[in-house]
């Protein structure tokens, strides 16, 4: 299994920057791919950004040139720098991971989700 844990979520003022980390732990093989998602209240999860071990990355069109992506692949974590920000970034951000992990005693390739951290934007 493996356990996502994020952090750095909070309230900022319109224009005003977060940083969010998430560190991977359990009994990991290999992560092939991690990223941030986020879901506002009323809407469907929607993805942010993401991020390969080979550290090519994808951005929603909403994010690009204001939020930056970047993971340390020794230590299983990613981290998503957020600089000018909108109250429409308001939401919960959730971690995920596309990893291989020995599951009831097999390796398998699996998507794992952190608890996800609010975000809240004010004007």
């Known amino acids: 299994q493996v356990q996502l844990v994020e952090s750095g979520g909070g309230l900022v003022q319109a224009g005003g920057s977060l940083r969010l980390s998430c560190a991977a732990s359990?009994?990991?093989?290999?992560?092939?791919?991690m990223g941030w998602y986020r879901q506002a209240p009323g809407k469907q999860r929607e993805l942010v950004a993401t991020?390969?071990?080979?550290?090519?990355?994808v951005y929603a069109d909403s994010v690009k040139g204001r939020f930056t992506i970047s993971r340390d692949n020794a230590k299983n974590t990613v981290h998503l720098q957020m600089n000018s920000l909108k109250p429409e970034d308001t939401a919960v951000y959730y971690c995920n991971a596309d990893a291989t992990a020995l599951v009831g005693g097999r390796w398998r390739r699996l998507d794992y989700w952190g608890q996800g951290t609010q975000v809240t934007v004010s004007s």
């Open positions: 991020i390969t071990s080979g550290d090519s990355t």
């Open positions: 359990g009994s990991i093989a290999g992560i092939n791919a």
